[in-house]
């Protein structure tokens, strides 16, 4: 080809979308239908049905007296940071029928950085973090000295209890393979 000649144009083909894709277990499914959750292992309300109740028992205690809104931030923020699917779907959900924003929810992961909070969430979402990810040296003197000067002595015990709580709770999710149901 010569210097004034031009090459004819060349066809190029848009990239072909997946029309089907493959989940975890091996099983093919239109691309565009949610896959099928991981298969439960186990159901403890079915097989140990007086611990369950006692975990109920447990969580209904530790929520007697605190803030709904602040039980439900622990809640939501210890489950993200345990992996619990399950968890993070109910209470985000209890969240929001508490009183939390959209805003709020989705500024959970990144509270430090957020305006949404106040002093007493604050606190409570660092105590959950602190309890949900204990380092070599436990709780850091800090993060329960700002939870005890913000709850009361009636509250504090609450806020521990609750923390304590859904980290049994996220637990049990994580190792039964609770998925959560889709809403429409």
Avoid at 170 to 180: D, E, F, K
Wanted: hydrophobic share 40%.
């Amino acid at each position: 080809m010569t210097t004034t000649e031009t090459a004819a144009p060349t066809e190029t083909t848009a990239p072909s979308k997946a029309t089907e894709t493959t989940d975890p277990t091996g099983t093919t499914h239109p691309a565009d239908e949610t896959v099928a959750p991981p298969a439960r292992r186990i159901d403890l309300m079915d097989n140990a049905g007086d611990f369950y109740q006692a975990m109920f028992a447990l969580d209904k205690a530790a929520a007697r007296g605190l803030d709904p809104v602040v039980s439900e931030l622990v809640r939501v923020r210890s489950s993200q940071l345990n992996g619990c699917a399950y968890c993070v779907d109910k209470h985000s959900a209890d969240a929001r029928r508490a009183g939390l924003t959209e805003q709020q929810l989705h500024g959970v992961p990144v509270w430090r950085e957020t305006p949404f909070f106040t002093a007493r969430q604050r606190a409570a979402l660092a105590l959950a973090e602190a309890v949900t990810q204990l380092g070599p040296h436990g709780v850091p003197d800090e993060v329960y000295d700002e939870a005890a000067a913000l709850f009361d002595a009636d509250e504090l015990p609450r806020l521990i209890a609750m923390c304590v709580t859904i980290n049994a709770w996220n637990r049990i999710g994580v190792t039964s393979r609770m998925s959560p149901a889709t809403r429409a």
